[in-house]
């Protein structure tokens, strides 16, 4: 588990992407609200999945629903880029709330955390987040992807210094050191959280100080993930994954 206090000990998994992807974007967008993948709430019943809805090179591994605070509802996933070349970008999560007679309640999108996704297994977490959402049964999760030139995201190297809680969350903070040869803005930091079991339950995201990194140059950041699955317990993370890349 991972203690409270300004300084803590944890077995953590610091994970940097060291994958460059090859290629630019894909040519052309695929068709919006497909693979759809499905969720439930207690008691209710999953819909199969088509064989035909999950032919993209990119496809939602994972995902879950939470509700850490009265009025809020979470939806936390990951999206994961199967092409073997190409690098995706600008890629878009929609939800639709249903109830039990399959009538839509509540419809939303949000973009993915990470703004490119390598090729060959890059992955991006997403979250999207519902206030007073009326009674729900089933929802579903559609994906589609803006039209823009996708470069590789170039990965930072990341030094963490300490973890802590505080009335922010849960905080990782520490230094990104930029290894390529040209400089870059927006370095990206993300940080997912993990239980016992491996399961993914919080995730967020945060830039250098300062943005603009030169050649060796390494900037300070300071992420808070504000909330998770089973807050305010946080003996529930067990463990976390840091990484930084160009976005």
């Known amino acids: 588990m991972i203690q409270r206090g300004r300084k803590v000990i944890v077995i953590a998994l610091v994970t940097v992407f060291m994958v460059f992807g090859f ?18 709430s207690p008691g209710a019943t999953i819909p199969p999945v088509e064989s035909n809805q999950v032919t993209f090179p990119y496809s939602i591994t994972y995902h879950t629903v939470y509700t850490p605070a009265a009025g809020a509802t979470y ?6 880029n199967n092409h073997p070349t190409q690098n995706i970008g600008f890629i878009r999560i929609h939800a639709t709330f249903r109830d039990e007679g399959g009538v839509v309640v509540e419809q939303d999108w949000t973009y993915a955390m990470s703004w490119r996704v390598a090729a060959r297994g890059g992955t991006t977490p997403f979250r999207l987040i519902f206030r007073n959402l009326p009674a729900w049964s089933t929802y579903e999760l559609a994906l589609s992807r803006d039209e823009h030139p996708t470069r590789p995201p170039y990965p930072f190297r990341v030094d963490v210094a300490e973890t802590y809680f505080d009335e922010d969350g849960f905080h990782v903070r520490g230094s990104v050191t930029n290894p390529t040869v040209e400089a870059l803005r927006f370095a990206k930091v993300f940080v997912v959280m993990r239980d016992a079991s491996g399961e993914m339950i919080g995730a967020w995201y945060g ?24 807050q305010p317990d946080q003996n529930v993370i067990s463990s976390y994954e840091v990484w930084s890349h160009y976005d």
């Open 23 to 40: 290629g630019m974007a894909l040519g052309q967008a695929r068709a919006t609200h497909l693979p759809i993948v499905y969720g439930e």
């Open 75 to 80: 939806i936390l996933g990951e999206i994961t």
């Open 207 to 230: 830039y250098t100080s300062p943005t603009l990194l030169q050649p060796s140059q390494t900037g300070a950041f300071d992420v808070a993930v504000d909330t998770w699955k089973g």
